[in-house]
């Protein structure tokens, strides 16, 4: 798997953790509910964020950047040279490098990790508990997985105000923390069924690679 493969990995595996929790920590379901709920109400919701990822004993330090599109269940998300396309059905993966194109069916599993799920939905697999924010303009939450995961945990920094997600970060079992800043937010931006298929015409001498 190479490095740009393993970004995607880390990308996908945070979105499942905004699968948000119940736990009994009230007032963490329900700042997690009020964030899943606003971003439900738009029709699309774009954002351009930041990514590093750091392993101190392995002496790692990645900065990346990336933007996503979220329209219902249908998504596109473009970082380090490589895109993400889903119609809610179909996933695309395109590699700039190679101009290849790899094509899967999307799992629909609750559990399954889409990029969708990162700004509107939530469900039982994680326990969230209210810590101390880093700003009195901040809520933070934190996330653990119910089961066995290869994360500890995830803390989610959100907008008091906005009820926005601000940041999250990922801690897993190799030592890893993943960190994502969201730089812009924007809802209701006009997006059409185009915006979520991949069109091969606009990639002239494109490898496909059917892996449904």
């Known amino acids: 798997m190479t490095r740009l493969s393993l970004l995607f990995t880390a990308v996908f595996t945070v979105v499942s953790i905004f699968s948000f929790g119940q736990s009994k ?7 997690l509910d009020q964030v899943s709920v606003k971003a439900k109400s738009h029709k699309s919701i774009k954002v351009d964020f930041s990514y590093s990822m750091v392993n101190p004993k392995a002496r790692i330090k990645e900065e990346k950047s990336g933007t996503l599109l979220v329209s219902g269940d249908r998504y596109r998300m473009s970082v380090a040279g490589q895109t993400v396309i889903s119609d ?10 190679s101009n290849e194109v790899q094509i899967n069916t999307l799992d629909n599993k609750d559990d399954a990790m889409t990029p969708s799920k990162l700004l509107t939905s939530y469900n039982a697999n994680y326990k969230a508990k ?3 924010a880093n700003d009195a ?27 926005q997600v601000k940041s999250f970060t990922l801690y897993d079992k190799g030592g890893n923390v993943f960190t994502y800043t969201i ?9 059409t069924p185009a915006d979520f298929v991949f069109d091969s015409k606009k990639f002239p001498g494109v490898e496909v690679i059917d892996m449904r």
């Open 183 to 191: 730089k812009n937010y924007v809802t209701d931006t006009p997006v």
């Open 88 to 97: 809610g059905t179909t996933v695309w993966t395109y590699l700039k490098e």
């Open 137 to 163: 303009a901040t809520e933070s939450v934190e996330l653990t997985p119910n089961n066995s995961k290869n994360f500890t945990k995830a803390i989610l920094e959100i907008d008091k105000v906005k009820k």
């Open 130 to 132: 209210m810590i101390k």
């Open 25 to 31: 920590d009230q007032k963490a379901s329900a700042l």
